[in-house]
């Protein structure tokens, strides 16, 4: 009887011990993210600083919002493990500097703190994080309700057709998704590593830099007879990129031929600039993209279509397409450079332009 009294005892206990494990709380995994943006005031660093960074002397806007998705892989599987879209606020940016493990330590940043909790249950994955930011909120596509998989998010796109988006395009960043460091992407957790994780995400242009730079021979400036002098009065670009873009893939933008509809920036230099008829410098941004039905050698990144002309001509004049050639496994967008030297005035003529960044 004592030996049946006993048996019960004991499953009564580990019937209580079971319940009790089921009913524990889950561990609970803090990861303090922090967004970083290079500063645009970083003339002493410059030489060091990557590609598609902000640029000395130009101001950007700081963002607003953020999308943020977290991907966990337990073995060989990945799924989305959290995802937000946060709006930012100003007072939250600080000016710091950059003390991580990417190019640019040392550099000034913008740096934004948020710290956000997440329950781990029952499992310890390890996995990436990719943000993108904006001063305008995006359209994604797929949506972040329907994203589910790694595949899912590192196909995001955003649609850069709407005025401001467009007008806001230097004003996004995200995290590349093929930036590593020791062999890894470099936005990596382990949570088999500990409880708490503090990441710096540094964040870089998703659009690239275009830099024209235009001059007009001194002896071409002034003539006997003023309609021989050469100035230039109107620049636009035409044709610019406005599909749907990769958010964290943005050296892989394709296109089955050059666009020929897209929008333009009017007005870049118009004939009222007098100060700027026969030299100067100017710059925009823009999405690059492949045209995968070009015949050239290697492939060609977003052809850049601009139309020129000097003496306030209404004629076609100067229409170069400029084209830069980049492995297509490269990380930054690109800083595209063109200098223009001008010696007659410009009538009708178009060439095909390779520009080394």
Known sequence: MRLIYKHILFLSLLIGFVSCRSTEPDREVLFELNLCLPSEELAHYAPRRVIGDPGTNEVFALPKYAYIFI????????????????KLTAEKWERTN???????????????????????????PKGRIYIICSNKRLTLAPSIASVSTLNDVLNMKFNVAPDSIRENIQNIYSTPYNYEVGGKYYCTYDCSLGNSFSLDLLMYHVAAKVDIKWNVEEAERVKANPAEAVRLTYMEAQHLFDDYA???????????AKISTGYSIENIVTAADEGLWWEGRTYFYTIPYVVTDEDVEGKVYFPLQMLMRTNGSAGTGYQPTLNMRIDTTAVFVPWMRANFN????????????????
């Open 71 to 86: 991907m966990k892989q337990v073995g060989e599987t990945w799924s989305v493990w959290r995802k937000e879209e946060l």
């Open 98 to 124: 950059y003390n991580g493990i990417l190019i640019g330590r040392g550099d000034d940043i913008y740096q934004y703190k948020e710290n956000l909790k997440f329950l781990l249950a029952n499992e310890t």
């Open 246 to 256: 990769y958010c964290f893939k943005p050296m892989r933008n394709e296109l089955a």
């Open 342 to 357: 001008l010696t007659a005035p410009l009538e009708n003529k178009t060439e095909t332009k390779t520009v080394d960044n």
